[in-house]
């Protein structure tokens, strides 16, 4: 169904835009096309694109079309488009009118095997089919074999009329054995039935049966059945051989007719004697197209004719050709294969198969098809009317004959020439005689070549597809510029070229195309564009486009040549073999992108490239372009900017003189085009002068204080200087491509580069100013010249002197001037007088600490830092690196610029940062992520410039959307706080995320003390302390905070938050907080690790934030009273299993060594327990159950035998309830030590072999989950590499999992102590010392190993076991860390490690340690390996080469090698080695981690088995880190412990430092400026005791001993009284601390018996003889010297019962409930510790035995504490006394006085005054 606009009138016109075809198509299909096309086209390309559409969419309906494109049909090729629309038909129509039966030939064998079916005597006229042919073309015998197939394919779905007359006899059914021949016999009647009851009812008794038999027609008999169509009938056969049945309805045979059916007398019939033979059944010599012959001879196998059928490789029968003789009973048969494979040949005689039948033929070929080939261009593309050839190779492919068909386009052969060279090569001749597509069939030796047929195109005279059109006008260019188009169309033979260009507005142009010259074929077309645009560029050939065709062409805009600008730079003037840089600008001449290129690149000739817009030239003043050695054009290179319009240019001058610098565009100069520079020598670095401070005048160079000198080279040659000057991050050479005339290297007494400010007098002298900070040895080296020459006097090494003259300190003050004593815990003063040291106010440090007062303190344009002048420097936060490099601006160089996240010093900062593009980084350099997971970035254009980040009132950055940035945590972020708060310079200076310092109210900078690992130090409310340990705050005076949680928090057992410091931990409301416990006591944690509290919502801490368990970076908990607990609360335990301690100082934190180990009370460090190894009671059973030692031999029993244990079904061994391995007889194994076995895995887990091999505990090796054996990956020093983990590592770096898909972990390397003391190896075996004998250490009463204070073992003598390498055995404890604790090694000029202390710092085996010098690789931030040309280094993997991508490596070779595990180089993807950047000598190698980097290449190990991590260089004559101040102080006790101070100023450059020691003896004092000790320094004072009143008193008496306030007794020199052992006597105290005493006045010892001194005698209690007692004088025997005093002025009192309460008696007594107390009071008990009771009688006294011996209550003496009976009035008791001090006999009477009354005893007080004035 077609409308008006769907009509096509001419084919080849009216389906070239597409349009047609579409609708067409849609038709067909009857679907809608999914694909935009254009509704409208205007031009060839819309056009091309809508017919493409359509081959795309026929390709999808799976119609192919060969030899057609969209260019054929927009060109109207009206041959090629009638086969496109015979495809259609066939798809359409004609393969889809007849069902497809699997016949093969294709839609035209459908098509006559349906017409064949069908062909009846039809009506005239029975069915409606268009006319599309006539009678008499049907009858032609050249009829179009395509029309006639269309007319017949309407045949199948054409509707019969009405009235039409319809017989089918394909519906017709003839069954029965007549028909069969089953089961006939001869004389039988052979019945059959015929069913035609489908056929129609015109076909009523129109069949017709008809017999012929071996001797003629044979009667029938047909019975007709009028009603169902069924008719029935027989004949009868009366001969020996083959009968035909024919059935027929209105004389068309139905099918299967005629019926063949033999019929024989089978007692005269023998198969076995016909007789098969011919090729026809051996397939020898037999091909696909040759006749296949074979005879069946039957003349001796009796009545009967053979019967015989062929079936091809495709089960289909095949026609036969036979001449059958019945006379000579011979049958011959033909057959002609059509194919290789396998025939099936089936033969029958009399109805029965022959022995061998089926037969089957093999039907193979004779030659290898794939060994030929083909070639010349016959097969592919030739020109109509001219010969042309092509070529069979068939070499090697065995002999056949070759067979060629030529198929010319309108079907008839073209007969070829064909000529065999005898060598297998056939050269074969053609000449097409029409042009279209031809086809070309090829076989060999009956095979059909691969390729074959061929499709080929015959192409008029003229060929358009040989024409080569290229150019740069087919690339682009600008308006006003003219293109070339070059069109080569030598070898297209005759025809006309045409060139059409359609322009922006669809139209051709009639301008802008000339034709420039033709030559051999060859047309120069030029093109010059009015307007900018797309373009369409058409080239045709005879009609045809030619390939590519048409060209789309973009034309941009033209270039405003007045605003393209070259710059050169002035003060960098070309020198010889210097490259020399000058730059292009167009940025603002026109839109991009701009193509530049120069005169002598190779791209300008090549027309297949796009025309530069800008051409650079290098001539001399003749115009010539300049020239190298060689003679050939200077090369240029070209560095285009992306999309910026800006290229720099690049050459090397070989000579000296003018050149002139040419820019054009489009032919044409550019302003200042051609611009003259002058090419100077190379430089004289001999005659640069150097002179300035410390170098040739007296002016002393001092820290602090600027230094400047002055570099002249004025005489040193032409031209303006250029200088580089090393930063810490390098020379600016590799980075611009522009060498520098000198390098300036300043490299500080810290071994580091040094910041400078550069001040340009002129072109060539510069005036550079430093500032040292540093005293020591500073280094300035000056090279230049081709040779890299040191200029005169370079290297320049000048001696930094202090900022303070040391000579001129006067110190003073308590035992430093007379009479002047210290004394222990009294406030004590050291006086330092620096007022002729130098210009004050000073800086003041004491042991390290910054003590500065703050009326002292510097402005910080005064302090260490920074010249006046230091250029950009390095800011935290801002900048990309290179910005801001020396040279660049009127502020000459700032050395290393610009790198993100770094301080003044170059050194990192931690915190988050803001990138120039806004995006947020942490000090890592990776994005900062928000609360989505995203990354963040902030809006720029705040107040503080363009740059700088968008905040709202409160502080928060803004996003983009104008909305408060979110944190991962779920809080705004700040612009100075972010997940570490703000940025800590290495000195503690705080910085804003703008990189600038923060300042306080006063408009200095904060500085906040700082930990060691970089971070501030806070307190527990996240508050930022500075150096004097109080809180930072801020310009508006609020507390500065860190946005750190609170860390190491204690959980009491009622759930109570404890910081460190022991102080209830608060949240934001001010109230302490407490935590949810579970029923086990224990911190209730939700799902995200955050405390909770006994709501069961998570606490939130002071700042706002979630708080989760944990010890945190500061170490472990600390509470007040030096007990140690983890994060949750629990104690920490030592080796011995008891909670460990710390020793706590005057400032409440734990004591520490110089290592930072946290010391006990015993002031020894504290050692927490680490993982051992496993000793010989851990045996490995073998696989037959026997146990095996750890040296691989039986473990034995108690009997001597091997022990073995019992397996279970599935091989594993057999154990109890307790992990027992059980017998055989399944009772528990023992061993030899009488002790059941436990099952184990072996003496020390996986063990790896020398190959890296890992083996099992059964010496097997172990397997991953491939089956394959494990292999770890080895290090340079042999060892398994491991990861943080422990795991092994592969040799590709990742861990090792076994068959379980479980990490291996190899053995512990730590010793096993044997009941016995016997030390074992971690391989089970036992350990021996350096003479070969085995080890045996001390063993506890807890069966425990002793060890040393380091946590050595000791032997039985005490001192540490010593193994095989000399070095002590640990016991597998380590020394637990300090919180803050630092060691901060140092390096020295060699190498050498020391401590804080300045004494080398020892490894393992007790020597010192060193560092590799110099060669210390650079990395960028991420710690990627950055190589020479300053870019990460890349890895095979296509990732950066970490600067530590394991334990061992990789690693950085001094020459910058990189190599990895085992010492091999480690490559990239180019497949060559890595080779790492180098910074200046004299840095120690470090790795990521920050950990020194041996000799070896390997990390040093500490003797704590650690490594050791990088601090600060170190200098014989500086120590930055020591003496940061301009006054250094140093105070130690006894024990050469720093003691805490404070310092007071008193103006004019003096100072008191006030400190009060807590020790007695000698303390060391100390004052250091500038690495120089002041007069008299170091000092040694020493401390006095304070007087101590408690020994005052006890002095006061007789000449009884002093007792001191633990009960030991002294003599009248302070010395202890010794027993007979030699060891002090003490006495037993009463609860108020006085001594106990029998009645006799003899002191008790803590047994409760009598003390027996020296002499054998009871001691007696000082002031008891008996002068002392009532009435006698009372002696008062003190030296006042003893107590650190001259005088003392003592007066007596009297006594005062009223004011003196009873104190102690001699005895115990008994009150009215029996009860009995001691002399204080205090229940008596007895030897079980129960309280003592007497029985006590009617008249209220207690009750005694005979022996007068106390009775109890239940008649027994009382027994006291000593074991024996206790008397009334007697023993060690002596008398009782009552409550108010009433004394009475053993009768319980009260003692009388001679006046007759009871007595009591008196006390009286002795008040001393100590006056300690004098």
Not at 54 to 62: A, I, L, N, T, Y
Not at 1369 to 1383: E, L, N, Q, R
Not at 1419 to 1425: H, I, P, R, V, Y
Request: neutral net charge; hydrophobic residues 30%.
């Amino acid at each position: 169904k077609t409308t008006e606009h769907d009509k096509i009138e001419e084919l080849d016109r009216d389906v070239g835009d597409g349009l047609k075809l579409i609708a067409l198509l849609q038709q067909l299909a009857g679907a809608k096309f999914e694909a935009r096309f254009t509704k409208k086209p205007r031009i060839r390309a819309q056009k091309l694109e809508n017919v493409k559409i359509c081959f795309d969419f026929m390709s999808r309906e799976g119609i192919e079309m060969v030899n057609i494109d969209n260019q054929d049909v927009a060109d109207g090729n009206g041959e090629l488009i009638l086969g496109m629309v015979w495809h259609l038909i066939l798809h359409y129509q004609i393969a889809t009118g007849f069902d497809d039966d699997g016949s093969k030939g294709g839609p035209k064998n459908r098509i006559i095997k349906w017409v064949n079916g069908k062909i009846n005597p039809w009506g005239k006229d029975w069915m409606g089919i268009p006319r599309v042919i006539e009678p008499e073309d049907m009858m032609d015998p050249n009829v179009d074999e395509l029309s006639m197939m269309t007319y017949l394919s309407y045949f199948p779905n054409a509707k019969v009329k009405d009235g039409a007359p319809c017989v089918n006899p394909g519906r017709v059914v003839a069954r029965g054995p007549g028909i069969t021949g089953v089961g006939l016999k001869l004389g039988a009647p052979a019945e059959f039935e015929i069913d035609a009851s489908k056929a129609g009812e015109n076909g009523r008794d129109k069949i017709k049966v008809e017999v012929m038999g071996p001797e003629g027609p044979v009667k029938v008999e047909l019975n007709h059945n009028n009603n169902d169509m069924i008719y029935t009938g027989a004949y009868y056969p009366e001969d020996d051989g083959e009968y035909h049945v024919r059935v027929t309805l209105l004389n068309c045979p139905i099918p299967k007719s005629p019926f063949k059916i033999g019929i024989y007398s089978a007692q005269k019939t023998d198969v076995n004697k016909v007789k098969v033979e011919g090729p026809g059944i051996t397939g020898e010599g037999i091909l696909p197209g040759d006749p296949a012959p074979f005879t069946v001879t039957y003349k001796d196998a009796g009545r009967g004719q053979p019967k015989v059928e062929v079936f091809g490789p495709d089960h289909q029968p095949l026609n036969i050709v036979e001449d059958n003789d019945k006379r000579e009973g011979v049958c011959k048969c033909e057959y002609q294969p059509g194919t290789f494979g396998e025939y099936t040949v089936r033969i029958t005689y009399a109805g029965l198969p022959l022995p061998n039948s089926p037969y089957k033929i093999n039907i193979k070929p004779t030659v290898d098809i794939g060994k030929i080939k083909t070639e010349g261009p016959g097969l592919t593309r030739c020109k109509v009317s001219e010969t042309t050839w092509f070529k069979v190779h068939t070499a090697g492919a065995g002999k056949g004959d070759l067979k060629v068909e030529i198929l010319q386009t309108d079907g008839t052969k073209l007969e070829p020439k064909v000529t065999d060279d005898g060598k297998g090569t056939f050269y074969v001749e053609y000449e097409p005689t029409m042009v279209g597509n031809y086809k070309i069939s090829i076989s060999y030796g009956r095979c059909k070549l691969p390729k074959s047929p061929f499709n080929v195109t015959v192409v008029p005279p003229g060929d358009a597809g040989e024409v080569i059109v290229n150019g740069d006008a087919l690339h682009g260019i600008r308006v006003g510029m003219t293109g070339r188009l070059y069109v080569d169309a030598s070898k297209a033979g005759k025809g006309d070229l045409k060139v059409v260009i359609i322009g922006p507005d669809n139209k051709p142009l009639t301008t802008g195309l000339t034709v420039i010259n033709c030559v051999d074929g060859v047309t120069t077309y030029g093109f010059s564009p009015e307007v900018a645009g797309p373009y369409v560029i058409n080239v045709t050939f005879s009609g045809h486009p030619v390939p590519g065709s048409a060209f789309n062409v973009s034309v941009r805009p033209s270039l405003d040549i007045d605003r393209i600008k070259l710059i050169v730079d002035r003060e960098n003037p070309p020198r010889i073999n210097k490259p020399y840089k000058f730059t292009v600008d167009c940025s603002d001449a026109g839109p991009g992108p701009v193509l530049f290129g120069f005169l002598g690149d190779a791209e300008n000739d090549n027309p297949d490239k796009p025309r530069k817009d800008i051409l650079v030239i290098v001539c001399d003043d003749k115009g010539n372009p300049i020239k190298d050695k060689k003679g050939k054009n200077i090369v240029i290179d070209v560095k285009e900017l992306k999309s910026s319009g800006i290229a720099h240019f690049t050459f090397t001058p070989e000579s000296e003189g003018p050149i002139y610098l040419t820019v054009q565009y489009d032919g044409m100069n550019v302003p200042k085009s051609p611009m003259r520079v002058n090419v100077c020598s190379g430089i004289d670095i001999t005659k640069v002068r150097i002179y300035g401070d410390g170098i040739t005048n007296d002016t002393p160079v001092r820290a602090n204080k600027p230094m400047t000198f002055v570099i002249d080279a004025t005489n040193c040659g032409a031209g303006p200087i250029s200088l580089d000057f090393l930063s810490k991050l390098g020379f600016t050479v590799g980075k611009e491509g522009v060498k520098k005339d000198m390098k300036i290297t300043i490299i500080g007494p810290n071994g580091e580069p040094m910041t400078c400010d550069v001040k340009k007098r002129n072109d060539k002298v510069f005036e550079i100013t430093i500032l040292p900070l540093l005293v020591g040895q500073l280094n300035i080296d000056i090279i230049g010249g081709p040779n890299g020459e040191h200029a005169p006097k370079s290297p320049i090494k000048i001696h930094v002197k202090p900022s303070v003259d040391a000579s001129k300190i006067v110190i003073g003050g308590d035992g430093i001037e007379k009479d002047k004593v210290p004394r222990k815990d009294k406030l004590c003063c050291l006086n330092v007088d620096a007022e002729k040291a130098g210009t004050a106010p000073f800086s003041v440090s004491v042991n390290g600490a910054d003590k500065t007062p703050e009326s002292c303190k510097k402005p910080e344009s005064g302090k260490p830092g920074g010249p006046k002048k230091a250029g950009a420097g390095l800011k935290p936060g801002a900048g990309k690196p290179g910005a801001g490099q020396p040279g660049d601006g009127a502020d000459g160089p700032a050395p290393g610029a610009g790198k993100p996240g770094f301080g003044p010093d170059g050194k990192p900062t931690p915190g988050n940062y803001i990138a120039p593009d806004g995006s947020i980084k942490d000090d890592k350099n990776r994005p900062v992520k928000g609360k989505d997971g995203k990354p963040l970035t902030c809006a720029l254009g705040g107040a503080g410039g363009p740059k700088s980040p968008k905040t709202d009132d409160n502080g928060n950055l803004l996003g983009p959307d104008g909305k408060p940035l979110v944190g991962s945590d779920g809080f705004p972020v700040k612009t100075a706080s972010g997940p570490d708060g703000p940025n800590a310079g290495p000195d503690g200076t705080l910085f804003g995320n703008d990189g600038k310092p923060l300042l306080g109210k006063d408009g200095e900078p904060l500085k906040a003390a700082q930990m060691h690992d970089g971070k501030p130090l806070c307190n527990n409310e996240g508050e930022i302390l500075g150096p004097d340990g109080k809180p930072v705050t801020g310009p508006n005076g609020e507390p500065l905070k860190s946005g750190k949680t609170p860390i190491g928090l204690s959980v009491m057992p009622d759930g109570a938050l404890m910081t460190p410091s022991g102080k209830p931990l608060c949240g934001p409301d001010g109230n302490p907080l407490k935590c949810g416990l579970d029923d086990k006591k224990k911190p209730v944690i939700d799902e995200k690790g955050a405390l909770c509290g006994p709501d069961g919502k998570p606490l939130v801490g002071p700042d706002g934030k979630c708080i989760k368990p944990g010890s945190g970076s500061l170490g472990p908990n600390v509470k007040p009273d030096g007990s140690l607990v983890d994060g949750s609360g629990r104690p920490i335990q030592g080796k011995d299993g008891t909670p460990l301690k710390a020793a706590m100082g005057s400032s409440g934190k734990p004591k520490v060594n110089d290592n930072g180990d946290m010391l006990g009370p015993d002031g020894k460090p504290l050692l927490q327990p680490l993982n051992t190894g496993k000793g010989p009671g851990v045996p490995y059973i073998g696989p037959d159950g026997t146990l095996m030692g750890p040296d691989g031999k039986p473990l034995l029993g108690p009997d001597g035998k091997p022990l073995k244990c019992g397996l279970g079904p599935d091989g594993q061994p057999t154990t109890d309830g307790d992990g027992n391995l059980l017998g055989p007889d399944g009772s528990p194994l023992v061993g030899p030590d009488g002790k059941p076995i436990k099952l184990g895995q072996g003496p020390c887990g996986p063990v790896v072999g020398k190959d890296g091999t890992v083996f099992g505990p059964d010496g097997k090796p172990l397997t991953g989950a491939d089956g394959k054996p494990l292999k770890a990956g080895l290090g340079p020093s042999g060892k398994p590499m491991t990861d943080a983990n422990g795991n092994l590592l592969g040799p590709d770096g990742k861990p090792l999992k076994d068959k379980n898909g479980k990490p291996v972990n190899p053995a512990t390397d730590g010793p096993y102590v044997g009941p016995d003391g016997s030390v074992y190896g971690p391989n089970g075996k036992p350990l021996c010392g350096t003479d070969g004998k085995p080890l045996k250490a001390s063993v506890g009463g807890d069966g425990k190993p002793n060890t040393d204070d380091n946590g050595n073992l000791v032997g039985a003598d005490g001192k540490p076991l010593t193994g095989p390498d000399g070095r002590p055995v640990t016991s597998g404890a380590k020394p637990i860390k300090a919180p803050d604790a630092f060691p901060g090694p140092h390096i020295g000029d060699d190498g050498t490690v020391t401590k804080t202390d300045g004494s080398p710092l020892n490894g393992k085996d007790g020597k010192p340690l060193k560092a590799a010098p110099g060669g210390k690789p650079q990395t960028d931030k991420q710690g990627n390996l950055i190589g020479p040309d300053g870019r990460p280094l890349v890895g095979t993997d296509g990732k950066p080469v970490p600067s530590s991508g394991g334990p061992y490596g990789p690693l950085v070779c001094p020459d910058g090698d990189v190599e990895g595990p085992g010492g091999a180089p480690v490559i990239g993807p180019d497949g060559k080695p890595l080779v790492c950047e180098q910074n200046p000598e004299g840095l120690p190698c470090k790795d990521g981690d920050g950990n020194l980097i041996g000799s070896d290449g390997l990390p040093l190990i500490g003797s704590d088995t650690c490594p050791v991590v990088f601090g600060k260089d170190t200098d014989e004559e500086a120590k930055p880190d020591e003496e940061p101040s301009d006054i250094n102080v140093i105070i130690l006790g006894p024990d050469d412990k720093p003691i805490p101070a404070i310092v007071k100023d008193l103006g004019d450059g003096k100072f008191q430092i006030q400190y009060e020691p807590k020790e007695e003896g000698p303390h060391k004092l100390d004052v250091i400026a500038g690495g120089e000790h002041a007069p008299k320094c170091p000092v040694e004072v020493d401390v006095k005791p304070s007087l101590d009143l408690d020994k005052l008193a006890l002095g006061i008496g007789g000449g009884g001993p002093r007792i001191g306030p633990d009960g030991t007794l002294y003599d009248a020199n302070g010395k202890p009284l010794l027993d007979k052992n030699g060891k002090p006597i003490k006495c037993a105290l009463g609860p108020n601390g006085k001594p106990l005493t029998d009645k006799d006045g003899n002191l008790l010892g803590p047994d409760g018996k009598p003390l027996i001194g020296s002499d054998g005698k009871p001691i007696k209690a000082p002031g008891d003889d008996d002068k002392n007692k009532s009435g006698k004088g009372l002696d008062l025997k003190i030296n006042p010297k003893d107590f650190g005093v001259d005088k003392l002025n003592i007066k007596p009192k009297g006594p005062n019962d009223d004011a003196n309460p009873p104190g102690p008696s001699c005895g115990p007594y008994i009150g009215k409930d029996g009860q009995l107390h001691t002399p204080t009071g205090a229940p008596l008990r007895g030897y079980d510790g129960k309280p003592l009771s007497a029985a006590v009688g009617s008249n209220g006294k207690p009750v005694t035995d005979n022996d007068n011996n106390l009775l109890g209550p239940d008649g027994l003496p009382l027994i006291g504490p000593d074991g024996n009976p206790i008397k009334l009035g007697s023993g060690p008791y002596g008398p009782a006394v009552g409550p108010d001090g009433t004394p009475y006999d053993k009768d319980g009477k009260p003692l009388v006085g001679s006046d007759g009354k009871p007595q009591k005893r008196k006390k009286y007080r002795l008040r001393l005054c100590v006056d300690t004035t004098a």
